[in-house]
Nanobody, 117 residues
């Protein structure tokens, strides 16, 4: 599976940004896409995830109420709408493909989001 994330850039505090991730190379029924991020000097963390059937979501406590994950199965794509951005949201955002066995087997190259005041 090849993953291509896009939509990063510089945004001001309080602004919004929408990240996209498109997958190719394998049937989408065998994986699902979720979002992670790595802030400068910190470990990578899960930011947002959708359940396999799409009826439930996970958000890191730090982004609850501000970020929204969505998926377009027809396009094998996942999106992350980020609102009310804070400086601590700065980091490299990755999409990753989770297989049915629970393993995040494939990772995109990441897209940098910088939130400036």
């Amino acid at each position: 599976v090849q993953l291509q994330a896009s939509g990063g850039g510089m945004v001001q505090v309080g602004g919004s940004q929408r990240l996209s991730c498109a997958a190719s190379g394998r049937t989408s029924s065998s994986f699902k896409l979720d979002w992670f991020r790595q802030a400068p000097g910190k470990e990578r963390e899960a930011v947002a995830a959708l359940s396999w059937n799409g009826d439930s979501t996970y958000y890191a406590d730090s982004v609850k109420g501000r970020f929204i994950i969505s998926r377009d199965n027809a396009k094998d794509a996942v999106y992350l709408q980020m609102n009310s951005l804070k400086p601590e949201d700065t980091g490299v955002y990755y999409c990753a493909a989770q297989l049915r066995n629970g393993v995040y087997e494939y990772w995109g190259r990441g897209t940098l989001v910088t939130v400036s005041s």
